[in-house]
């Protein structure tokens, strides 16, 4: 194998505005808190800015719980985390799924040796909590698994009855939280949830790489009485605790750079203000579907379980979903994603995420669809999308 480096470019990305599952548009003091000096992780300074990114992770989950921080790895390797924690062979989990992310809950927990009891119903509803207490059925269960905000579907699960349920039989309550934190509210403590997990690469507008998660002292105290080890190493929070709690024990390295993102990220949020983000993701959302349906297209979730941050846009019929995107892709340098699992060629997934949730980004986006889809033998209403959008915002 020969190696020639005239064979190589420099690294130039192009420019594209990212309206897909995640990730989101980086906002410009996230790029460049990620290009700050590196220094060591043991570092006083960096030490105190873990402190710090701990100190706005709890207000963000809304939670007390002391063992809040962020694992190093994306959104599914926080999903692992909560879980190889707090489960052991033979014990008995009830999954809620009503998409892809919930089956992976699902998968993880099966992995662990676990009798795996799923709630499914078809992607793009929610899920029933009356139908969680019939899984759960008043056994002894370990741990009651559901996802916050669907990204597979754009559906937005209510979360309180679940964990009521869930607290009946003393069973631990998970909560992926990868798309709703910094989209839509996240209330852990009030809401009884003992373990959740988020990623930086969707609402909050970082580069995928974190995942910040908490655990409550009931989820501590079942952590504490395991009588097997946490099969994963490098997962394991008791040693993890050791590091982000007080005694700052090398456990593995940082990665530094990425935690100054999710810091400079945290302080976006709260400098806009929780309230304001929200109401911003609820007017871009309220725009597009104006936009959305003034064409003629429809969302695949009804209006009251929809997530503002994720829009699952019916293909209409005759339209080859790929060659839309790969069109929007390269002549408009827009991305969105596809469907998963089984809204695979059904839907498009229209993400107003963080940082990408502006009205430029809404209207480009429109004008772009638009034009694409004129060239289809979809039947549109041309030229009345962007009246509509701009009409919502008025
Ligand atoms: C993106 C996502 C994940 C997985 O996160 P990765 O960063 O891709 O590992 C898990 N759950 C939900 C709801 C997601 O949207």
């Not at 990212?18 to 043991?42: I, K, Y």
């Not at 929809?306 to 390269?330: F, K, M, S, W």
Request: net charge negative.
């Amino acid at each position: 194998m020969s190696l020639d480096l005239r064979d190589f470019q420099p690294l130039d990305p192009p420019q594209r505005l990212l309206m897909g599952p995640g990730p989101s548009m980086v906002h410009p003091r996230v790029g460049a808190a990620l290009s700050a000096t590196t220094v060591g992780h043991l570092d006083p300074f960096f030490l105190a800015c873990m402190d710090e990114i701990q100190l706005l992770l709890r207000k963000a989950f809304g939670t007390n719980n002391a063992l809040t921080f962020p694992i190093s790895g994306t959104g599914s390797a926080g999903m692992e985390a909560c879980m190889v924690n707090v489960l052991q062979p033979g014990e008995r989990v009830v999954i809620a799924q009503n998409g892809v992310f919930g089956g992976r809950m699902a998968d993880i927990a099966a992995r662990q040796g676990c009798e795996v009891v799923k709630v499914e119903v078809p992607f793009g509803e929610t899920i029933d909590p009356q139908a969680v207490r019939r899984a759960i059925d008043g056994k002894a269960t370990r741990l009651v698994g559901v996802v916050h905000a669907e990204t597979s579907t754009g559906v937005r699960q209510s979360i309180p009855d679940i964990a009521a349920a869930a607290r009946e039989v003393d069973a631990l309550t998970l909560v992926d939280c990868v798309t709703s934190l910094g989209g839509i509210p996240v209330e852990l403590d009030a809401w009884g949830v003992d373990l959740a997990y988020a990623g930086t690469q969707k609402c909050l507008s970082c580069p995928p790489g974190l995942a910040p998660v908490s655990f409550s002292q009931r989820a501590v105290e079942v952590l504490k009485a395991r009588t097997q080890k946490v099969s994963s190493w490098y997962l394991d929070a008791t040693m993890l605790l050791n590091y982000w709690g007080g005694q700052r024990a090398y456990h593995h390295t940082a990665p530094i750079n990425m935690l100054y993102a999710l810091r400079e990220a945290l302080l976006l949020f709260f400098e806009e203000g929780p309230e304001d983000v929200f109401a911003r993701h609820q007017l871009h959302h309220g725009a597009l579907t104006a936009g959305l349906e003034a064409m003629g297209l429809s969302l695949h979730v009804a209006a009251d379980d929809r997530l503002p941050q994720l829009n699952a846009v019916r293909i209409p019929d005759g339209v080859d979903d790929a060659a839309v995107r790969r069109a929007l892709l390269l002549e408009h340098d827009i991305e969105i994603g596809g469907g998963l699992g089984a809204l695979a060629g059904m839907v498009w997934r229209v993400g107003l995420m963080g940082h990408t949730a502006r009205r430029r980004n809404v209207l480009t986006f429109l004008a772009a669809l638009e034009s694409t889809l004129s060239q289809t033998k979809a039947s549109i209403h041309a030229g009345a999308a962007l009246e509509a959008a701009t009409a919502a915002y008025d």
